[in-house]
């Protein structure tokens, strides 16, 4: 629907303290029937916006770009199953896909791919098995014979090991468009059930400038992006035109939680946002609209319980993601900073900020710091450099939540690099452990200033250690 004349400022923001997602009022903004364009039929505003369970076969569903990517970061064989549910949701005609998230889902799909390269060369180039040769006065002791016939079988099998790297390697480089995730939905997905706008590109464009402008969700959280946030508009109309021909309560799998979306409560988002129920009601003929995560959908439609368990990690880990950065987004960020604090054995948020080039960072608990220089690399990623005092390294993956051995770690004897996801860990000579992963960076020009955000912990010697 078009909104247009809007001349009229909005009421005063309450002093009270509102959910996130209420509106603030902007001078730029208001028709002073802009909630008479938004909320037309009063007759359904008291109406509860219930939707059954994704079981029901008079539910329809469809599933957003982050959920498409999930498989990548699961085990392989859980991939049939998940293949199975796509397949019977598709036999009863009720698995949609929004065009837009389909392209979405090619560009980020390539990252994914790429990290696992990155992944690959990294697990390579960390393979040491140190020094094997002993000086010329020690040949002959007990025990230096015993010690070469070890360190030939170390050399083995390290050249094996590397060898079937390389085996693995070669495999994800010749994938082509027909990896193991991208063939699943070759099989679920086609003309028949991916879903476009049915209005022309300048409709579309001329309809989200008056939508962006009045902050009428969803998408306008993201205006600030090269393409002003129109994809998650573009999803929208895609959704509404399901509602519009099939006329059914709609499902929609997401783990986007922006408030654009969501009403949101301590960061999380709570239930979808009365604009959105509103609109969708209008276009289906009064049938409901909820926003729900994988894993939900999957254990409705009892789906095996280990791969509900692994899917909703998965999750977990990208969604703690998205809140970190949001929260960031929606707080007063102070110009410069390079020390964080925690205590020890928890989780906290890291937000660096320094001059263009990097510089040292610090994190610290009661007892421990650990100090070493970092530097821009591109978005979302960064080169960290050891301090030649504690051990450091980068941990490529780690699921929030599980516990991780860093006992056979060893440290790296230059910068690496480090990509949003991974881990920096560190060890100091008091056998203290750091795990910082990676939320976000920026990328700057040379005269603005580099942000690096991270979830870390600080373990003491001896305790468990956790991804945080």
């Known amino acids: 629907m078009m909104f247009t004349g809007f001349n009229m400022t909005g009421p005063k923001e309450d002093k009270l303290t509102k959910p996130e997602g209420a509106e603030k009022a902007s001078p730029d903004t208001s028709d002073p029937f802009r909630l008479e364009g938004i909320f037309e039929d009063v007759t359904q505003i008291f109406k509860p916006n219930r939707v059954k369970e994704a079981s029901s076969p008079d539910v329809i569903i469809a599933v957003d770009t982050n959920v498409l990517l999930l498989p990548y970061t699961i085990r392989k064989d859980g991939l049939p199953k998940l293949q199975t549910f796509y397949q019977d949701l598709r036999s009863a005609n009720r698995l949609y896909l929004p065009a837009r998230v389909a392209r979405e889902f090619i560009v980020h799909r390539d990252r994914k791919l790429s990290e696992l390269l990155k992944m690959i060369t990294d697990v390579r180039s960390r393979l040491n098995i140190g020094e094997t040769k002993l000086s010329p006065i020690l040949e002959g002791i007990e025990g230096s014979e015993a010690m070469a016939m070890a360190s030939k079988a170390l050399a083995e099998a390290k050249g094996q090991y590397t060898k079937a790297i390389g085996v693995v390697e070669e495999q994800v480089r010749g994938w082509s468009g027909d990896d193991p995730v991208t063939s699943v939905y070759d099989k679920v997905f086609d003309a028949a059930n991916i879903v476009s706008p049915t209005q022309t590109n300048e409709e579309i464009l001329s309809e989200w400038k008056i939508r962006l402008k009045e902050r009428i969700p969803p998408g306008f959280k993201d205006g600030g992006k090269p393409d002003t946030g129109i994809g998650d508009f573009l999803v929208w109309k895609a959704l509404l035109v399901l509602g519009e021909v099939h006329k059914k309560d709609l499902i929609f799998v997401t783990g986007e939680e922006k408030a654009d979306w969501f009403v949101r409560v301590n960061g999380a988002g709570a239930y979808p946002r009365p604009e959105l129920v509103a609109e969708y009601r209008k276009h289906s003929g009064g049938k409901g609209l909820r926003l729900v995560e994988f894993h939900d959908v999957l254990r409705e439609m009892d789906v095996a319980q280990d791969i509900v368990i692994e899917i909703e990690k998965a999750e977990t880990t990208a969604n703690n993601i998205i809140r970190v950065s949001s929260q960031l987004e929606e707080r007063h960020i102070q110009p410069f900073n390079t020390q964080a604090r925690t205590s020890l054995g928890s ?106 955000t991270f979830m870390f912990a600080i373990y003491p010697p001896g305790s468990p250690i956790i991804v945080p």
């Open 347 to 452: 989780t906290s948020v890291a937000d660096f900020r320094m001059h263009h080039g990097g510089r040292n960072i610090t994190f610290y608990a009661e007892g421990a710091s650990f100090t070493f220089s970092v530097s821009e690399q591109g978005e979302d990623s960064l080169w960290a450099y050891p301090n030649g005092k504690d051990m450091m390294n980068n941990i490529p993956v780690g699921t929030i939540g599980n516990r991780i051995d860093t006992t056979s770690m060893f440290s790296a004897k230059e910068g690496f690099s480090v990509i949003k996801g991974q881990m920096i860990w560190a060890r100091n000579a008091e056998d203290f452990n750091l795990l910082a992963r990676l939320i976000r960076t920026s990328h700057p020009d040379i005269e603005d200033r580099f942000e690096a």
